[in-house]
């Protein structure tokens, strides 16, 4: 009888195994998907495979470039051929805010936005805040005030949140912002209704808040 | 999502000369709206003509002391700009109540003129839709209507238009500037943009085939208190029940325009003049001939409501 560590096997080996079942599996749909659109439409010519398009943006410091199929969303672009899995697919409608990266510094839904639409774009993902050994300062912030529970929001949370607060830094107001030609000033209703964009079924909300607070340095 | 070519145009007038070459093309521009819609296969272009690389991205004071807003300039961006936070307020707090950061980072003026209906019918692709397949039938007629219009309605669709934006652009009576694909400009009153479903509810605006919006237009400041109340199911990132757009001056006199009640901004000039009586005289005839639902008719009296709000807000402030 094994045990349970040589029965699992190593971490990297085993989410590489989960990939190739995801990939196969889906290879499997596609192909049940295309028969049955055959068999439907006996003398449909079959829609033109898309051709594949060059695209050249930075990842995280780093040149990438691809050949893509246009209907790439950025998200796919980072999790399916750039492997860079942090960023999470969650609604793919811009309604969660999982899949949040930064491009030029900016907080934007990657689900929404065409891989082809960011050529010479520079993109940040959660790889790129920090790392595992080297914790960005709202990572450990997160980790400290437990701002998780099943932590699959938390990539998108962290990116959102370090983007809102260069927003509220640069000055931009908000919906409750009361005075629109002052500052905002910092509150409890400004942060939820800035990071509103970022769902949390768990309902983590306070400890993210607190979190937040925690790196912003506005902790009591 | 179905395959389609995709090109990025370099000048206005090319992109409205690729759109004149592909009969199935769209623009793209944030792509919050369009992208979510091909994915669900209710959009279907052919070819996408990315016009991001347009420099339409900019915010100019016009000769008559107005504002010229790039047709690219993003959500954020134009509510952040301290001429609209100072002179139009009604139209960065509307800004402000529409969507999230992380989309108004993205969302572009023009894109979001151009939204489609967030009816939960027209997103349902197992439902008849005259929007999305014309002819199809309404399956919001005889539905869940809560979210539905109140006014101006037809037999064919009883959607709203969801943005925020374009109720603030209707009340400071903005135009819209566009490019033909034969390079010709027009200008084109708010007013006059969004259309009435009538029998013909997918077609939405008074923009032709191919036809590329490049600025919106503000005229003077007209000064007075500017106000944007939006009441919704959820306190922040949720599309509203109603709207209430408005600007009062000092002698309470203004202007109101209505959001999530029609299939456009919904404003009627000559109710205005019942401004100083009060939002029970102003709504009797803004939304005079209203059609609502057993599941909607509370709009009428929120709009009235919220209306009131306003109008004693404005009062306080002027003392």
Redesign the interface.
Known sequence: MRTPEEAAPARGERDLTRRGFIVAGTAAVAVTSLTMISQAQPNANP?????L?KIAFTVNGTPRALEI???T?LLDALREELHLTGTKKGC???QC?AC?VLVGG????S????A??Q?GAEITTIEGLGTPEQLHPLQAAFVRCDGYQCGYCTPGQIC?AV??LS?VQ??????V?AD??APAAWSEAEV???????LCRCGAYSNIFEAIQTFAGKRP | ??????E?ARTPAEAAAAAKRHAGAKF?A???NL??LM?LEIETPTH?I?V?GLGLDTLETTPEGGLRIGALVRN?DL??DARV??DY?VL??AL??G?????R??ATTAGNLLQRTRCPYFYDTNMPCNKRVPGDGCAAIGGFTRQHAVIGASDACIATHPSDMAVALRVLDATVETIGPDGATRRIPLADFHRLPGDQPQVETALAAGELITAVTLPRPVGGAHFYRKVRDR???AFALVSVAAIVQRDGSGRVALGGVAHKPWRVEAAESEMTKGARAVVARLLAGAKPTTENAFKLKLVERVLAAVLAEAKGARG
Request: glycine residues 10%; hydrophobic residues 35%.
């Open positions: 829609a033109p495979a898309a051709a398009m199929d246009p209907r969303t793919d409608h811009g805010g949040t900016r907080r934007i839904n689900c929404l936005t065409l082809v639409m050529q959102s983007a809102m927003e640069a000055g931009i107001p908000s919906h912002t629109l030609n939820r209704e800035r990071m509103s964009g970022n | 999502m179905r395959p389609f070519t995709y990025r793209v944030g792509g919050t992208l979510d994915k996408l990315d991001n954020t509510a952040a936070r100072r307020g960065a707090r402000l109540a969507a999230s950061g992380q989309l980072n993205m306190a922040s990132f």
